[in-house]
């Protein structure tokens, strides 16, 4: 099973030391050592059930516990220098204003892949090291994973830098998937409510900020209120930003827009897909406006 950065891993760490202020952003990337499409996997280290990677910082070996829940923080008994600054601990119930230092990272480095100019916060994590029962440098958080482009394979127990090219089997499967789903697509844009009605699953499920749908009857009747009685017609389009297949069942991540006269809709989405009886049904579809200001919410 492959986890990637986007995935909430509910810690210790993350429900204590989640920063509501993000770290700067480094300065530079480097790109792979190697010219090919295989990813490069580093071996994982445990605390109790959580990952631990090795970091180089400034060419010097970290112990880092990985959790895509929290931002990335360094124990302050790892790195003496920095200055204070104000931040906000942010809990599952409240935030809390402290003061911390900050570090500035001359070189942080995973595998093959360079962060360069990294400013972090550093604070006591001796707790969390001694509930590990080993030193702990850091916390690895989504943002730097996002930045390392890091993949979490928990199954193999290791971390992947960027993000293996499918193999032919994947790309037979979603190139069958994307094919199915072209006609509802086009039963959306002609307001053919019965034809994208055999598009969902009968559990399907519809979210966006402005609620949840649940069912094939209802996310249905929701767009047929919605949408299909304007004149003229709205259209809707998809860009597929990346896509995954595990056995029957794709994964994809996209940009969509939704337009008409009156109606301009753009976002980003999760949608869900799998071959049931010969058909493709969708099974979720998890979507965002990327501007909710200027945006009418599907």
Known sequence: MRISSGWLLGTFASLLLSFAVQPQRANAQTAHTTANTNSTEIPLQRCDRLPVVIVQVNDADKRFLIDTAATSMLNEKSFVSGHAKEIRVQSWNQTTALSARVVSIGELKLGSHVLRGVTLPAIDLTALAKACGAPLDGVLGVDLLEQLGVTIDLQRSVARLGIAAPSSSEVTVIAEMEQAMHSCSEAFNDADAAKLAACFDPDFVFSSPAGELRGREQATNHFRQTYF???????????????????????????????????????????????????????SMHESPLDSASNRAR
């Open 229 to 283: 009685g304007l004149t003229p017609r709205v259209h809707f389009s998809m860009t597929t930003k990346d896509q995954r297949a595990v056995g029957n069942v794709v994964w994809s991540l996209y940009d969509y827009t939704i337009e008409s006269a009156n109606i301009h809709t753009s976002g980003r989405g999760m949608m869900l897909c799998r071959k049931s009886d010969d058909h493709w049904y969708i099974l």
